[in-house]
T-cell receptor, first 111, second 114 residues
């Protein structure tokens, strides 16, 4: 089955700096890769996603890149703000299957 | 915007007791899911449900667990004889079709087994 790894497990950045979180997946059939932001005690919220036929997607300060050959994808947050502090989960999904989540990255943006 | 609603938001139960977690998926959705998140850990898939039957379940979803769609709106997760290690956040999710578009998580039920 699918296995998703995520690094780093914790990340601290200064406000205004960029943050990058990387995930790798094992199943080459996975074709959809969302990123979720989870604030303490709340549900995972989808922040950006990418499908396997696209190499990069951007939404304001957030971007995701996908390397299908290497089976890894990354979340990029630019101009970080304190409200970006949360746990971020990547996930991989294959048609007809279910999400497999990475272990999460705790991002702290220091003012 | 349509939401997946879960009740209760927090449930405390004695070890060995049975609990039922309730979910109301988005009304036109056909696929339903339960996920579990132990505090500080990743979200783990438990079970998916379609056409009034389980379509897939993980190794976590053993005989202690069962799911039901007792009427046209509710989707429940029953945990029999709860154990301390069942303490977690349980998320329901629903999806309009087998594709990924529209996949929506509920707000979660925090289960505490004491």
């Amino acid at each position: 089955g699918e296995n998703v790894e995520q690094h780093p497990s914790t990340l601290s950045v200064q406000e205004g700096d960029s943050a990058v979180i990387k995930c790798t997946y094992s199943d080459s059939a996975s074709n959809y890769f969302p990123w979720y932001k989870q604030e303490l005690g709340k549900r995972p919220q989808l922040i950006i996603d990418i499908r396997s036929n696209v190499g990069e997607k951007k939404d304001q300060r957030i971007a995701v890149t996908l390397n299908k050959t290497a089976k890894h994808f990354s979340l990029h947050i630019t101009e970080t703000q304190p409200e970006d502090s949360a746990v971020y989960f990547c996930a991989a999904w294959n048609y007809g299957q279910n999400f497999v989540f990475g272990p999460g990255t705790r991002l702290s943006v220091l003012p | 915007e349509p939401e997946v609603t879960q009740t209760p938001s927090h449930q405390v139960t004695q070890m060995g007791q049975e609990v039922i977690l309730r979910c109301v998926p988005i009304s036109n959705h056909l696929y339903f899911y339960w996920y579990r998140q132990i505090l500080g850990q990743k979200v783990e898939f438990l079970v998916s449900f379609y056409n009034n039957e389980i379509s897939e379940k993980s190794e976590i979803f053993d005989d202690q667990f069962s799911v039901e769609r007792p009427d046209g709106s509710n989707f429940t997760l029953k945990i029999r004889s709860t154990k301390l290690e069942d303490s977690a956040m349980y998320f329901c999710a629903s999806n309009p079709g087998q594709g990924v578009g529209g996949y929506t998580f509920g707000s979660g039920t925090r289960l505490t087994v004491v």
